[in-house]
């Protein structure tokens, strides 16, 4: 969901409605779950005053929930993201929730501010009953919310590379953050050869009694004549250890490299 909520950024940068250097403070009530480096810089300071153009760079790069539940709020919630989708005609895309809502539901809670605090949000886990977590998870597996087609992400992909989706200075900047994503480097970005170049959003959900809810990578291949290749790599309710599945996305990579003429 990270990447395109940065495209719907870029939508309202293009519009004029925002700028990356517009300036935002974010406090504590800001934050969001799992995995946001954003949280130590305002546990250090009280507070963070950072750019727009920072927010998107940390969602998509660090793959920071905080920044992206911000930029969710300054676009206008979740429903404007969805709009900035159906208006480009992407159907197959749903964006339902905030990182903080979908990641608390799936754990069979409902988002309370007393989580921005680390430690009351596992001691609220560690107090729902396993059969009640076991069920929000298989529920997760199921909802229609949050989700998107492997074929639409590719095309939303596409569509970003060939520059029909943004303008070709929020295009380019797009793709020069998706460039400097670090998170899961063993999956696509192991899978592409030298004199290719990929930029690229991961994505990984909870493992419960042994089944890994999705393992996904999802990024733009750059061949040595400067075409593009959009790839959209979803493992879903897989058995498989982490190593395992990053070697499968980094196979599917490896795959479209060595095919293309």
Do not use: C
Request: no cysteine; net charge negative.
């Amino acid at each position: 969901m990270k990447v395109v909520v940065a495209a719907a950024v870029m939508q309202a940068v293009d519009d004029r409605r925002i700028a990356l250097g517009d300036r935002l403070t974010i406090r504590r009530g800001d934050l969001s779950v799992n995995i946001q480096p954003i949280a130590d810089i305002v546990a250090e300071r009280g507070s963070f005053e950072t750019s727009i153009g920072d927010l998107v760079s940390r969602a998509v790069v660090e793959s920071d929930s905080a920044a992206t539940d911000v930029l969710i709020s300054h676009l206008g919630g979740t429903k404007a993201v969805q709009a900035f989708l159906d208006e480009a005609g992407l159907q197959g895309i749903r964006i339902d929730r905030t990182e903080r809502e979908l990641q608390t539901e799936t754990d069979g809670l409902t988002w309370t501010p007393e989580f921005v605090f680390p430690e009351r949000l596992e001691q609220a886990r560690k107090e729902v009953a396993d059969a009640r977590r076991q069920a929000a998870f298989e529920a997760y597996l199921k909802d229609p919310r949050d989700t998107a087609t492997p074929i639409e992400m590719v095309g939303f992909l596409h569509r970003l590379a060939t520059g029909q989706l943004l303008s070709a200075s929020s295009t380019a900047h797009l793709l020069e953050v998706m460039n400097r994503t670090v998170t899961f480097p063993e999956r696509l970005r192991a899978g592409v050869p030298s004199g290719w170049t990929i930029g690229h959003k991961t994505g990984t959900s909870q493992t419960r009694n042994g089944i890994n809810g999705v393992t996904n990578d999802v990024g733009i291949l750059t061949a040595p004549d400067g075409t593009h290749v959009a790839v959209a790599a979803f493992v879903a309710e897989s058995r498989a250890g982490k190593d395992e599945r990053a070697a499968t996305i980094a196979a599917a990579a490896r795959a479209i490299t060595a095919a293309y003429k």
